[in-house]
Structures are given as C-alpha cells and as structure tokens.
C-alpha cells in the first residue's frame, strides 16, 4: 500500500472511530428526567418503587396486582423520565415496569420485556407498550411473542411496516396528542391497518410528543396546552382500558 492510500485508510478509521464516539456519548446524555419525575420515584404508601435489573417497578402497595405494562420509553429519553406515568398507572392496581435501554434506545433491546415476564411469574396478564420508538419496539416483540402479552398500548407510535398485527387477538390502543408535531403523521396512518382488530384510537386535545413522559421541550415538538399530568393522567385512563379488558371486565 502506497502512502496515500495508507493515509487515507488511516483516516477513515478515525472517522469511524470518532463517529462511533459521538454516537455513543449521544446515547449517554439522553432527555431528562426532570425534577418532576425524580419525585415520582419515591416510594410512598399508594406506590412501592423499587429498581429491578434493568427495570424501574411501580407496585400498588395496598393490593396484589394480576396485571402489568411493560413500558419501552422514547428514543433518546432517560427512562426514569415516565415515572409520573407510571405511578399513574400503578395507583390504578397495575405492576408497571419502566425499561431501561441500552445507549436509551429500544431498538437495542426490544427483547427486555421477557426479563420482566420472567421476573414476575404471578402476573397473569401482560400489556406491552412504549412511547415513540418505544412503541415500534414494544409492536415488534408482541409480534415476535404473541403468547407471552395479552395487549399492546401506543403512545404516539405505531409499528414497523414489517410487524403485522392485524391477525392477532391483541388488545390495543393507540394515542397521540392533538398537537404532537414530532409523530409522522403519513406512517401513522398508514399503519393502521396492521392495528390488532378492535385496536381503540384516541387522540389527547391539546397534547404533545413529549408530555407522555417528563423530560423536558423536545425539538421540533409543537406547544402542549394542556398541563403534563393531564396528558399523563388521560394516557392512564386510556392504558387502563386495556388492562381491564385483557382481564375480561
């Protein structure tokens, strides 16, 4: 090899390097949580918060739940930032299991959820769902796993072309805020029809992509006007639905 090829491989090596840097110190500086949201970590006598593996759990503390959501958070967002949400849902008598991504990204770790069925064999019903990217992760394992959930919950999301849930019993929903400027409104439609059957559509007025979580504005999002936790407390009566109906009620 001549010097100026050398040099040139030299230098390409570096740029892959020092991109490879960059993407993973992207992955180590995610959005948030926010001071809201560290509150909501906090065990009291409605919630028992406690960290599991690679998982933040939400008990109720007054009852022995079923049921339970498995959460895959959004791309490039801290998962502790949808304990708000969580702690919703678990005061509602849900065992909530907020996944932790690696680099904060499903797409690395879409198969988390068996080490959260494994780790609870009481449970009998399982719901998976996530937000944004966490959504089409959530999609693809309930696609690949179709025994071990029982429901599939959207919050401004929807599933890869790829993963078809047209033709399985799922419960599901699907939610997004009125003024929500980060979803892809094109692919959203589109996918629709590989809804599950019955799948319940709903739209949040006057929320936004990032209230479904507590991290902070997200660029290119549009203005939210209506305040974080009644985004969050809607999302919770929605995601409910869906339990109570894997349930049979």
Not at 9 to 27: E, M, P, R, T
Not at 191 to 219: C, K, M, S, W
Request: charged share 15%.
């Amino acid at each position: 090899m001549n010097r100026s090829a050398t040099i040139a491989a030299v230098a390409a090596v570096c740029l892959i390097v020092a991109g490879l840097i960059g993407f993973v110190a992207w992955g180590l500086t995610p959005l948030g949580p926010s001071e809201r949201a560290l509150a909501a970590m906090e065990s009291d006598a409605v919630v028992t918060v406690s960290v599991e593996g690679n998982s933040i759990v939400f008990t109720p503390a007054a009852t022995t739940p079923i049921s339970g959501l498995i959460l895959y958070p959004g791309g490039h967002v801290d998962y502790r930032s949808y304990a708000p949400i969580a702690r919703e849902m678990a005061r509602r008598g849900y065992l909530v299991s907020v996944v932790r991504m690696p680099l904060s990204l499903a797409v690395f770790g879409s198969n988390r959820a068996d080490e959260v069925i494994s780790a609870y064999p009481d449970i009998r019903y399982w719901v998976i769902g996530g937000h944004s990217l966490g959504g089409s992760m959530a999609a693809s394992y309930a696609k690949n796993h179709p025994s071990r959930v029982q429901g599939l919950v959207f919050w401004a999301s929807y599933p890869a072309e790829g993963d078809d849930l047209s033709g399985t019993e799922l419960k599901g929903l699907t939610v997004y805020g009125s003024n929500d400027l980060v979803l892809h409104m094109d692919r959203y439609v589109a996918t629709l029809p590989l809804l599950p059957p019955g799948t319940i559509r709903e739209v949040i007025q006057g929320g936004n992509h990032a209230q479904f979580g507590d991290y902070g504005p997200q660029p290119g999002d549009g203005t939210a006007t209506i305040p974080a936790e009644e985004q969050q407390q809607q999302a919770a009566d929605l995601t409910a639905r869906i339990l109570r109906a894997v349930e049979g009620e």
